[in-house]
């Protein structure tokens, strides 16, 4: 598989390392009066879509930065990436 | 139809023309008291035992595809007891004795082999991790011994002892672990549940759950609507897929693992090797493929195939323990979907929806617990309470704070 770094171009994704769901970069409020439960789903519970997936790559034989990539579980087929840090900021930073 | 000796001599002088198909295929009932969704090795062998071991009637095994189309036949074949974690190891062991008696009790060759398997050991501290290990596994009534260089060599004279990185300075071995063959298990039982009374209904996908005020009804099929008493899902990695219809969301993640297998050669393994600290182990077929795998690629996947990455780093696993299966050609290379937990453990439980149960979350090691995940389910869905093997295989494991977690890697799939 082939991953389109936004800075640096078409990377194998053997330079990267997987993490999972990029759902993980919303990270429950842990003052929150709820706070275990929804960390118990946070930490655990996952969507496993069979189909398009966001998930987190990390680039850590490359310039080590964060990506969400928009990839299909059913084919490998990968659709896009983008800086992890621009998603959670919302394209601010 | 029994089998025997007798039997295979009579075709044999009759022309073969008493051999008989060894399951019906019936249509659906309108109503069952168990549905077990999933005709592969564990929801087969689920309906086999709550079939002649609990004495229910009215069941039926629903499966997309044909029986036995999923992991069951794609798996690399190995049994074995070997695990650390009281949570796990005593039903490890349960299916290993299950495994011993297998093909007398179906009355159908599955091919068991007692070849041994040896986990190799390369440093000091490894082998006090093995010893440890192997002390846990005879605690349970299983069998381990600890090996020297010496007596591994006595048993593999052609392994790479001198590797640089990863000398070998001995192996934890177990006698009684083996091989099956693997789509003879899901035939086995799927002739004894059929013995049994049970309906196995091929090409019938489960496309919805019926639920009214938290209980289950029945199940919405591809052919049609079918009632149920309770319903089983053994789906293996398309568990997340089919939960969703009733509503939940899993501790569980789908990847893909491959495994490889080489063209015929002349018997070299005469047991199975398993290279840890390599991602590689490998057997040998009685047909004489050499059949060997390593890790999962590690990124979420139902692709039911992998990626080249992977393929070279368990090729390289491969040259290192032992050069010379540079010189075979592989013949296939495959993928299974794999429901990855997040403790690297099962799951054999209830849910929350009343009359629906789960069995799931197998990873990689389903195939060597099929005879006791089925066993277990059974009980679990004859009686309503679990098998006390699968205590600790609850689904709500994860909010109480009790994971089995046997490489203690936390709450991530791709690393177990």
Known sequence: MLIPHPLLGLRDASEFTYLGDAALLDRPDG????????????????????????ELWFHEQGDRSWLVVTRNTLTHEILGAELARDVKTGGAA | MRYSGFKVLREALTGHKGWQPIWRNPDPQPAYDYIIVGGGGHGLATAYYLARTFRQARIAVLEKSWLGSGNIGRNTTIIRSNYGLPGNQPFYEFSMKLWEGLEQE?????MISQRGILNLIHSDGQRDAYRRRGNAVMLSGADAE?????QVRRMYPWLNYDNARFPIKGGLLQRRAGTARHDGVAWGYARGADLAGVDLIQNCEVTGFRIDGGTLRGVETSRGYIAAGKVGVAVAGSTSRVMAQAGMRLPIESHVLQAFVTEGLKPVIDGVITFGAGHFYVSQSDKGGLVFGGDIDGYNSYAQRGNLGVIEDVAQGGMALMPMIGRA?????WGGIMDMSMDGSPIIDRTPVRGLYLNAGWCYGGFKATPASGYAFAHLLATDTPHPTARAMRL????????????????TPNLH
Do not use: C, T
């Open chain 2, 329 to 333: 050609r592989l013949l296939r290379v």
């Open chain 2, 106 to 110: 179906l009355n159908f060759n599955a």
């Open chain 2, 146 to 150: 600890l090996l020297d260089q010496a």
């Open chain 1, 31 to 54: 003052m929150a009066p709820d706070a275990a439960a929804r960390f118990h789903d946070y930490v655990h519970l996952r969507d496993n879509p069979a189909g398009l997936h966001r």
């Open chain 2, 396 to 411: 709500d494991r994860f909010e109480r704070g009790r994971p089995i977690d046997e490489k203690g890697m936390g709450a």
